[in-house]
């Protein structure tokens, strides 16, 4: 089946209709979700392909995007009220970053992990550190967030929480004078090169298993010995930057110690216990994608494609309901991190389903590279990350199984 170019390039001009989800949304929560879709579809979607597709790993991610969430107030979402930000709910956190990731997936993530950071940044540093850090934060419309736990040597062993001598992130980080120098290597970490402010996790006794030897710190990218290395290649999620950390004698002052001395793991438990995915954008824009398709060469009135719809519809249906109930529960006393986790599974698992089915309906062409149009096939590759991005989904898995409910329990 052949796709109509002309009227597949631009999902924007059609009809838009109101999010159909917006459940129990203040006027001003819906005003952000509203502003970070018009973004989406006015401003980063027509560059997205081109991007994706010529520009080289250090260089695609757009700045001048950048700057319009931060003047639409999106990036500083999810900054506490009395510190000047939005102060949004984990929930509209999810739906404002799926909108996002409706344009890019890349851009929505840079956003992300900003939001997932920013508690950090603003309610859990110091005094000494809100003082130095938190005007700049707040005032620099390029200041992004990232937190850097993945080393050469180092991947799903610290995701798992291997507690033993050897296992975890090899990077250390000794006292000299007023500061600490870190050395070692992290990799892979989203927004590297792009952050302002890392989280970085590092061996205070390197002998001694994780609970007992790992610290985090906060460093500024000025910091002196504090490098980027390479700019991964990546297949999806392209126009975000995933940067190598290179740390040698990096000065880290000592009043950027984050959290108690040894006492890294206990954050780390907290930030990889579960994470809020806006897969679901990516996985909205391919049935966009297909459904236009199917109308345009009249495949829409045969079964097949009907079939294929419904299908990709329901999974999308699925998977939304299931991440915004982890999002609404992350805030009430019914939480459970295993909802998290799980449904960063099933809607990464059903996002490429979706995106491969859109695939195939667009036939030929979708199997084939545009730079000129939003495709399945990019959509495809950017949910693809998501098999390894904030653990891979079997890690996710295994991290999920103890907290199932033992036999004899009646979880429902
Ligand atoms: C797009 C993207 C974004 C990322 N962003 C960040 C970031 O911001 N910060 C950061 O610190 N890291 C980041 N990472 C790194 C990511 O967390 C790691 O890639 C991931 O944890 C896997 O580690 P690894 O690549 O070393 O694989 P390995 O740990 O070497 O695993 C290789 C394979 O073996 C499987 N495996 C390993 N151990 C087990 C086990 N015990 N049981 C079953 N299967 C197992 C894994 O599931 C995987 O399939 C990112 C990675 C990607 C691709």
């Not at 879709?37 to 700045?63: F, H, K, M, Q, V």
């Not at 950048?66 to 009395?82: E, H, M, Q």
């Not at 404002?96 to 409706?102: D, K, P, R, S, W």
């Not at 500061?179 to 006794?205: E, P, Q």
Request: with cysteine; glycine share 8%.
């Amino acid at each position: 089946m052949e796709s109509d170019e002309s009227s597949l390039s631009h999902p924007t001009s059609r009809r838009m209709r109101p999010n159909a989800m917006m459940p129990d949304l203040s006027p001003e929560e819906s005003e952000m979700v509203a502003r970070a879709r018009r973004i989406a579809r006015e401003d980063i979607l027509p560059i997205a392909a081109a991007r994706d597709r010529n520009y080289a790993p250090g260089e695609a991610y757009p700045w001048h995007i950048a700057d319009k969430l931060d003047a639409a107030g999106l990036r500083t979402l999810t900054v506490p009220g009395k510190f000047g930000g939005f102060g949004a709910r984990h929930l509209v956190q999810a739906m404002v970053a799926e909108e996002i990731a409706y344009g890019d997936l890349g851009v929505a993530v840079s956003m992300d992990q900003t939001y997932k950071f920013t508690q950090l940044l603003t309610v859990e540093t110091t005094q000494t550190q809100r003082d130095l850090y938190l005007e700049d934060f707040m005032n620099d419309p390029r200041a992004l967030l990232a937190l850097a736990t993945t080393e050469p040597q180092s991947g799903t062993d610290t995701f798992l929480m291997h507690d033993e001598p050897g296992a975890g992130p090899r990077m250390t980080a000794k006292r000299e004078g007023d500061f600490y120098l870190l050395n070692g290597t992290k990799h892979y970490i989203s927004n590297g090169g792009l952050a302002k402010y890392y989280f970085i996790f590092a061996r205070t006794a390197p002998d001694k298993k994780m609970s007992e030897g790992l610290t985090c710190f906060l460093v500024p990218r000025d910091t002196e010995g504090f490098e980027i290395g390479e700019a991964h290649s990546k297949l999806g999620r392209r126009l975000l930057q995933n940067g190598e950390l290179v740390l040698r004698n990096c000065r880290v002052p000592a009043h950027n110690l984050f959290g108690e001395w040894n006492g890294g793991l206990s954050i780390l438990k907290r930030m990889v216990s579960g994470a809020l995915i806006p897969v679901m954008g990516p996985s909205r824009l391919a049935y966009d994608l297909a459904r236009m398709a199917a109308q345009e060469s009249g495949a829409a009135s045969e079964q097949w494609a009907q079939m294929a719809l419904t299908e990709m519809y329901m999974l999308i249906e699925a998977s939304r309901t299931y991440l915004y109930s982890a999002a609404w529960h992350a805030e009430k006393p019914t939480d459970d991190s295993k909802r998290r986790l799980m449904s960063k599974v099933f809607a990464s698992e059903a996002g490429i389903k979706v995106c491969r089915t859109a695939m195939e309906i667009w036939g030929r062409t979708g199997a084939t590279w545009h730079d000129d149009r939003p495709t399945p096939e990019k959509c495809w590759r950017d949910v693809l990350s998501y098999l390894h991005g904030f653990g891979t989904n079997e890690a996710v898995k295994l991290k999920a199984a103890p907290l199932l409910a033992p036999a004899g329990v009646d979880e429902w």
